[in-house]
């Protein structure tokens, strides 16, 4: 017998029939004996309506109104869920974040947990019943609702996984698992039977939208195995946890593209002490968030700071740095939309020099050119033109030999 965390995503509780196959699969596990925490998000794309609604009547919600608002999404799937469980001759109980003892920071719309009082979770559980938790909320020290950040029920599910010192925690969505690169870009992709939590940390800043990286933070530092799987069909799925087996990891688990990168440089910049702490520290201050950085160092007193940042903060971003054209009396600002950012992940890389290089030559026969670098421990990324995106991935794809994972 186990106690197992598992947490369904929108589209899996989409509608009323995908609600009874989430709950029949629910019936399996319980009668096989197991003690079921279950954290559904909201159905479908709910949450994305709701903001619609919000945004028809204030383009500036309040952050109190949105938590309020969003939160409803997920309690209309604990409650229905439960009834289909109930209906099954189950017994079952729908909590929202509050009732689950989810307490958090007061930052409305993405809080942080920073507690979770297990009392009543347990006495649920031990009175047999299947425990049904809202994900992506909680309540800060007021009793004010908050909610995670978007995407925060897998958040919600490893912390409550943590907390009860569960198993481990199963993500059920609407893939097989994780995978070497994204199947609608390359479809020789394989699906992974294992990663370890860095890499999966790596690809999921990365944009692999199949686990919040928040959640994969805290499954690394409380040691969390999560088990990513189809919740459509049986198939095992993807295990992240830590890899210890130094023979076994791989150079490169994985490629990732970011469509999204827009650069941005600021032409001659005096050289002086200073200066990259004033620009970036007014981009930090409009919540700007700066990916790839580089500084080239021009003859003379000036140097050309480069950097990225997603094409939807450009705007935000050309402002911010306008504003310091006076008091930094740089040249001028060039900004470019037409960029992606293709990455290679993989924990091996560190003990296998010459990865990066590979990467380079790989981009090179291909006739992409790169525009920027930047580097981890466990990961290069190239900034390219974004229309050679699709064929840059399908090459590193092929020449790390991903295709036979
Ligand atoms: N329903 C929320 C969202 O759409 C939370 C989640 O799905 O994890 O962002
Ligand atoms: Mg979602």
Redesign the pocket.
Known sequence: MALIVQKY??TSVGTVARIKRVAKRLAMLKDRGDDLVVVV??MGH???KLLDLAHKLNPLPAERDYDML?ST??QVSIALLSMALHAMGYKSIALTGAQAGIQTDSTHAKATITNINTRSLRKYLKEGNIVIVA??QGVDKENQIT????????T?AVALAAALKADWCAILTDVDGVYTCDPRMVPEAQKLDEISYDEMLELASLGAKVL?PRSVQVAKEYGVTLHVRSSFNMKPGTLVKEVKDLENIRIVSGVACDKDAAKVTLMAVPDKPGVAATIFSALGDAAINVDMIIQNINRGQTNDITFTVDESDLDKTVDAVKKLKKTLNFKGVVTDNNTAKVSIVGAGMFSHPGTAARMFRCLGDAGVNIQMISTSEIKVSCLIERKLAAKAVKALHKEFELEQS
């Open positions: 995503g929108g998000s909201a709910t949450t994305d969003l999404g997920e994900g992506f909610t995670l950040g978007r995407g925060g029920s897998d919600t919040h």
